[in-house]
């Protein structure tokens, strides 16, 4: 092969790999976009929407960008300084979450304002700059191989494929083994080295100052505090932390579990039985009632959700003798509940696995209680509300059985909780709402909802241990307020609109 032809040959496969890894670079970018604004905003399909909205956003406009820099004859050179500077921005990404996360947090954005407000800032510069190279490079191609259909076919599949690679690394290795701030600054390196053969013809002073831009940026992070990461672990589906929580206990010390941004409970370090959370203690308080005429019985109890265990740990303590199984999907939060909460895991069996996956194979077991509590942010995760998982829920319970969960949403017309409680009218005979007081204002709040073909009789309930409280049973003047059950849907697999009904919390301040 003659040597300039083998020279075009290398050009061409170094432009097929670079749009390949600065494509799978972007989305690289995309998946950790929603790992860094999620102790911020939490994770919802909001967020999402923002993430993906933004991104493809500046990828347009990139590429628009990059189709004019080829037609005024932008060359190698151009496309060094374009990844030298989706690097940089890809660091500034970092810093400017720290300056701009002040500024949401004080102010009086809802969560989708704020969402979409922490990725315009962070990821539309990188995404537009990343979306540049692949036009300015096939069209550099198509000046060494004019057979254009194949050429444009390839640039376009090397782009999709290197999307593809970047997703599926992210997402199932990346996140889990490196840190989210770790990956940001792994795919600026990668990119300057993508970016130094295109400076071969440049002068030194470019490089050297396209260089000197990349470590400005990532300087001023590192000065900002912008590597610092917020989360003491982060999995495949959180970012967990474990704060200090000694303050809402009377005595001794406390911890609190952060998974993103919702407390997902406080543990005692001296005391497994003292439930802190009023919602908790209400999910126990109904069991026990519910039992209260057969003190000798042996309980099976079921949680569709572990997080910081405080319901299961209160229990093995308070009830030495129940059988406690906990389905959770996230190994991390139980080996960080064991490490950092007091956790022990002595006679409580733990199943890590989809909780709806986990009950549906018990098909030989039967349980006397059963809890979900499990939360994606503020929404409870779509499959576990809806017909088909009630039923099978009831199927799992014993004739005379309890079915709790707990729900935020917003007073004093909370749709979700109207729609849960339609939906589990299917299946059971008496179903509940309780709260542990009436706001006086419209105020996000966790209310508790319990299922059953055995009635409560009373409409007040005080508690019989641990700390004195009382909750009202409120079905009634639910049905006077807001929207009416029949104007509400039943929840099922086909049809679950979760954001749309805690709208109120995702469209106003109440859900922050």
């Not at 500024?103 to 704020?114: A, C, K, M, P």
């Not at 009634?476 to 919390?505: K, N, Q």
Request: aromatic content about 8%.
């Amino acid at each position: 092969m003659p040597v300039a032809a083998a020279s075009e040959r290398a050009r061409l496969i170094w432009y097929g790999a670079t749009v390949f890894i600065s494509s799978a670079v972007l989305l690289v970018l995309e998946i950790t976009a929603g790992r860094l604004i999620a102790p911020y905003v939490g994770v919802t399909i909001y967020s999402w929407t923002s993430i993906i909205g933004v991104i493809l956003a500046g990828l347009s406009l990139g590429n628009w960008l990059g189709g004019r820099l080829a037609d005024r004859g932008a060359g190698e050179t151009a496309t060094g300084v374009v990844l030298v500077l989706s690097a940089a921005t890809s660091l500034l990404s970092l810093f400017a979450l720290v300056l701009v996360a002040p500024l949401i947090q004080g102010s009086e954005l809802d969560l989708l304002s704020s969402s979409f407000i922490y990725v315009l800032s962070m990821f539309f510069l990188p995404s537009v700059l990343l979306g540049i190279p692949t036009p300015l490079l096939t069209t550099l191609a198509l000046a060494l191989d004019d057979h254009t259909g194949r050429i444009v076919g390839r640039m376009h599949a090397l782009a999709a494929l290197g999307s593809i690679c970047g997703t599926f690394i992210t997402g199932f290795v990346l996140i889990q083994y490196l840190g989210s701030r770790l990956i940001i600054l792994l795919s600026a390196i990668a990119l300057v080295l993508l970016a130094l053969p295109f400076f071969r013809a440049a002068s030194k002073k470019l490089a050297l100052a396209v260089i000197a831009v990349v470590l400005a940026s990532g300087g001023l992070t590192q000065q900002q505090q912008g590597f610092a990461n917020p989360c003491d672990r982060e999995s495949s589906y959180f970012c967990l932390r474990v704060v200090d929580a000694s303050e809402q206990v009377p005595f001794g010390s406390a911890r609190a579990m952060v998974l993103d941004h919702l407390v997902h409970g406080i543990n005692h370090e001296s005391e497994p039985g003292m439930l802190v959370a009023p919602y908790v203690h209400l999910m126990q308080e109904l069991a026990d009632r519910h039992f209260a005429d057969q003190p000798q019985r042996v309980l099976h109890y079921f949680f569709a959700g572990g997080g910081s265990f405080t319901q299961p740990r209160a229990l093995r303590a308070l009830d030495p003798d129940a059988s406690v199984t906990v389905a959770e999907v996230d190994p991390t939060v139980t080996e960080l509940a064991q490490q950092r909460m007091y956790l022990s895991l002595e006679d409580i069996e733990v199943i890590h696995g989809d909780a709806r996956t986990t009950l549906l194979r018990q098909s030989g077991r039967l349980y006397d209680v059963i809890v979900t509590d499990a939360f994606h942010d503020i929404a409870i995760p779509y499959h576990l509300v809806t017909r088909e998982y009630i039923e099978l829920a009831r199927a799992r319970l014993r004739p005379d059985g309890l079915f709790t969960t707990n729900v935020v949403d917003a007073f004093p017309n909370p749709r979700m909780v109207k729609s849960l409680l339609k939906t589990l009218q299917l299946s059971f005979e008496h179903v509940d709402v309780w709260l542990d007081e009436i706001p006086s204002q419209p105020q996000r709040m966790t209310f508790v909802i319990a299922a059953s073909d055995k009635a409560f009789e009373q409409d007040i309930l005080y508690s019989q241990r641990g700390f004195e409280r009382s909750w009202l049973r409120i079905n009634e003047p639910l049905s006077r307020s807001g929207d009416s059950l029949a104007d509400l849907p039943l929840f099922s697999d086909d049809y679950v609109p979760v954001e749309r009904m805690i709208a109120d919390l995702l469209l106003t301040r109440k859900g922050i």
